[in-house]
């Protein structure tokens, strides 16, 4: 139940195409659900997290959509650029059961110029 | 520019042998997280600490697996004996934890550890 399951695992676009990375969770105590992003030799960097309340959110290129009946959130990455090439890990945690964060299996994206 | 900072970034030993690993929370973070990164699990939660206090370390082989606060600026990650599939990287994260609006986690750009 503390599973967060993420897919695809690795995907290709073309500059300019619009990624889609899915997760999807068990736990109903969830309520917050951020997105991080990892270049090869960084740690994971936050880039977008939503709370259960919204259905979407928007920070520049990047949108999480959220379903809490569905139990699924997404990310969306407009005009992709060659230089969003990274692992994008969606995670979920609960404030109250300790707040710590469980991370999905990651997604490595490749955007091809 | 705050940062974690994990030391060593990279070390290579042998099995059987000792390894710690350092990490320099954010200074003011109250709550430090090690994961464990590797191709087939992902992002694996180890342990965690609040307040220098530990939480859960469910995720830790406790046979061979100790973490610990010493003070707020300092935590470790110890494996002894250390055995082949320990290889991975380690990653520190550190945040604050202040109610509901708790903040985001920080990163450091973590330890890999190979062991032969």
């Known amino acids: 139940q503390q599973q967060v399951k993420q897919s695809p695992q690795s995907l290709i676009v073309q500059k300019g195409g619009i990624p889609i990375i899915n997760c999807a969770y068990e736990?109903?105590?969830?309520?917050?659900f951020p997105w991080y992003q990892q270049f090869p030799g960084k740690g994971p960097a936050l880039l977008i997290a939503?709370?259960?309340?919204?259905s979407e959110k928007k920070e520049g290129r990047f949108t999480i959509s959220f379903n809490k009946s569905a139990k699924q959130f997404s990310l969306h990455i407009m005009d992709s650029q060659p230089g969003d090439s990274a692992t994008y890990f969606c995670?979920?945690?609960?404030?109250?059961?300790?707040?710590?964060?469980?991370f999905g299996q990651g997604t490595e994206l490749s955007v091809k110029p | 520019d705050a940062r974690v900072t994990q030391t060593p970034r990279d070390k290579v030993t042998e099995m059987g042998q000792e390894v710690t690993m350092r990490c320099q929370p954010i200074?003011?973070?109250?709550?430090v997280f090690w994961y464990r990164q590797t191709m087939m699990q992902g992002l694996e939660l180890l342990a965690y600490?609040?307040?220098?206090?530990?939480?859960?370390d469910s995720g830790m082989p406790k046979d061979r697996f100790s973490a610990e606060m010493p003070d707020a600026t300092l935590a470790t990650l110890k494996i002894q004996p250390s055995e082949p599939r320990d290889s991975a990287v380690y990653f520190c994260?550190?945040?604050?934890?202040?109610?509901?609006?708790?903040?985001?986690?920080?990163f450091g750009e973590g330890s890999r550890l190979t062991v032969l």
């Open positions: 994260a550190s945040g604050i934890w202040v109610g509901a609006n708790t903040g985001e986690l920080f």
């Open positions: 736990n109903t105590a969830f309520d917050y």
């Open positions: 939503i709370r259960p309340d919204v």
């Open positions: 995670a979920a945690r609960s404030y109250n059961q300790g707040g710590k964060l469980i």
């Open positions: 200074l003011g973070h109250n709550t």
């Open positions: 600490f609040r307040n220098r206090a530990p939480l859960d």
